[in-house]
């Protein structure tokens, strides 16, 4: 079968669309012929070994398809079911053996571009909301890069709780979109100082809470837009890795809260996978959410897909096909 695997990190060249053998599941897994991958930041991550994986590896931890042969003891899945799933490495491929625990059942009413585009940045989108910092109605949320793929999720899933969300972007067009799933306020962090801005917008009161995936660029003037007690989650580093913390700072910032999270954690279980998973699979078939799919690009051409992504130049997701 192709894949694009990594055999030394580095830059967009360094996705090489190769043959490899076909895997085998082994008892508890089953092989999904994968019909779309959905593209994630945590991709450059694992390419440039930020985020390192024993070379070579074939990239990509999401997509969705149809199991197509199951390992003896097998009983989540059966062959022909169509599933979706999301942090397990190796989706950049026409196959892929997954612990069969890990995969969705999809309803009929997901197809499978949808299923790809939900699973990882969907469920994060659910969890920051739901379970890091669960937002109540009226509370304010401060959401960076509310343009991106897990940002236009994130703002949906902060107005399904009831929340006013501040969005920040880099551009008038992604302003757009960010208003267009719902963000009340909109800041242009690459033209206007953004911590002044959400105190003018918040009366000087700041925000329940930050959700912060842009990491070196953004963190520290985060911390000062969080009203006293206030949630900063960090769970990301697209602009690059934050500096290391100094814990006194959260007491002179105001008895603040920092946690930094990672989808893994809170998908534990099978049930509370399958939770977030049929979450999202409702809003979706209620309207309640809309999943962007910006661009699908053929799976040999995941380099020029990461290069856009790197650029800032993609808005909501970005899904490949094999
Ligand atoms: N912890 C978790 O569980 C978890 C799960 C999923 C994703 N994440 C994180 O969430 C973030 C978003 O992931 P995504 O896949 O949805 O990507 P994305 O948000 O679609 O793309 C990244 C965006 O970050 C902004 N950005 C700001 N400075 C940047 C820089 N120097 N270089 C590149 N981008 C920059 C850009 O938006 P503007 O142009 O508007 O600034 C860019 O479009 C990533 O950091 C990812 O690691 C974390």
Known sequence: ??????????????????????????????????????????????RTGLYPLPTPFTLGMEAAGIVDAVGDDVTEVRKGDRVAYAMIPGSYAEYAVVPAAKLAPLPGSIDAKVAAGLMLQGMTAHYLTQSTYPLKRGETALVHAAAGGVGLLLIQAAKIAGARVIGTVSNEAKAQLAKEAGADEVILYTQSD???????????????????????????????????????????????????????????KGSLFLTRPSLNHYTLTRAELLERANALFQWTAAGKLKLRIESVYPLQDAAEAQRQLEARKTTGKVILIP
């Open 1 to 46: 079968m192709k894949a694009i695997r990594v055999h030394n990190y580095g830059g967009p060249e360094a996705l090489i669309y190769e043959d490899v053998p076909e895997p085998e599941p082994k008892a508890d897994e089953a092989r999904v012929k994968i019909e779309a991958i959905g593209l994630n930041f945590i991709d450059v991550y694992q």
């Open 194 to 252: 953004f911590l002044a801005e959400v105190r003018r917008i918040t009366d000087g009161a700041g925000v329940h809470v930050v959700y912060d995936s842009v990491g070196a660029t953004t963190f520290d003037k985060s911390l000062d837009c969080l009203r006293p007690r206030g949630y900063m989650v960090l769970f990301g580093q697209s602009s690059g890795p934050v500096a290391p913390v100094n814990p006194g700072i959260l007491a002179t």
